[in-house]
Nanobody, 116 residues
Framework: QVQLVESGGGLVQAGGSLRLSCAAS????????MAWYRQAPGKQRELVAT???????NYADSVKGRFTISRDNAKNTVYLQMNSLKPEDTAVYYC??????????WGQGTQVTVSS
């Protein structure tokens, strides 16, 4: 089972940008769909973006036009470029595959905090 580790979060002012990375312990070449999720305090985890091997992407309406998901199969890494960040983007961000390769506990993720 591939292990996933997120990085790149931080504190940024509204309007700023961050790029998140998700490094896999093994090859993601055979994983058709990779995804980014986020969970804000007191809220359920939500799907933010997906990317299918070969390129097609989909985004939640709340991030469409601001976030871009990409993958580098050679580096076994998935990215989330986040621009024009808003305070409501504040959350812990996680990556995963579809179907999930993570158990019930998704680990620490990477914290993104956007100040107004």
């Amino acid at each position: 089972q591939v292990q996933l580790v997120e990085s790149g979060g931080g504190l940024v002012q509204a309007g700023g940008s961050l790029r998140l990375s998700c490094a896999a312990s093994g090859s993601i070449f055979s994983i058709k769909v990779m995804a980014w999720y986020r969970q804000a305090p007191g809220k359920q985890r939500e799907l933010v973006a997906t990317i299918i091997s070969g390129g097609p992407t989909n985004y939640a309406d709340s991030v469409k036009g601001r976030f871009t998901i990409s993958r580098d199969n050679a580096k076994n890494t998935v990215y989330l470029q986040m621009n024009s960040l808003k305070p409501e983007d504040t959350a812990v961000y996680y990556c995963n595959a579809l179907p999930s390769v993570r158990g019930d506990s998704w680990g620490q993720g990477t914290q993104v905090t956007v100040s107004s």
